[in-house]
């Protein structure tokens, strides 16, 4: 079993900046991926981001979705456990709650089904 726990959302204006952090625990990090997804009140879910993670390689893949690609960059720190989305050049469609969750495979996915386990979620807003 994994536990997921997000950090770091919050309000904001149009333009400005955040980063949010998901820290993992409670079984092996080998070979597992972790991703971003958001939902915004009304909408269906969306990938964000993900990750691969095979052990201690520092050869990791990353997948973007097309309306964050170039604004929000994903990483992940194996020492801690945790994955990390900077989230740049932030727009009012970016308001969404932000989920954070992982699977056991090699490879990052885009789709939800893939991920057995997933965090509590944190909230974003963007003002404009």
């Known amino acids: 079993q994994v536990q997921l726990v997000e950090s770091g959302g919050g309000s904001v204006q149009e333009g400005a900046s955040l980063r949010l952090s998901c820290v993992a625990s409670?079984?092996?990090?080998?070979?597992?991926?972790m991703g971003w997804f958001r939902q915004a009140p009304g909408k269906e879910r969306e990938f964000v981001s993900a990750i691969g993670w095979i052990g201690d390689s520092t050869n990791h893949a990353t997948l973007y979705g097309d309306s964050v690609k170039g604004r929000f960059s994903i990483s992940r720190d194996s020492a801690r456990n945790m994955v990390s989305l900077q989230m740049n050049s932030l727009k009012p469609e970016d308001t969404a709650v932000y989920f954070c969750a992982a699977d056991h495979r090699l490879r990052p996915s885009v789709r939800d089904f893939d991920y057995d386990f997933w965090g509590q979620g944190t909230q974003v807003t963007v003002s404009s």
């Open positions: 409670g079984a092996s990090f080998s070979n597992i991926i």
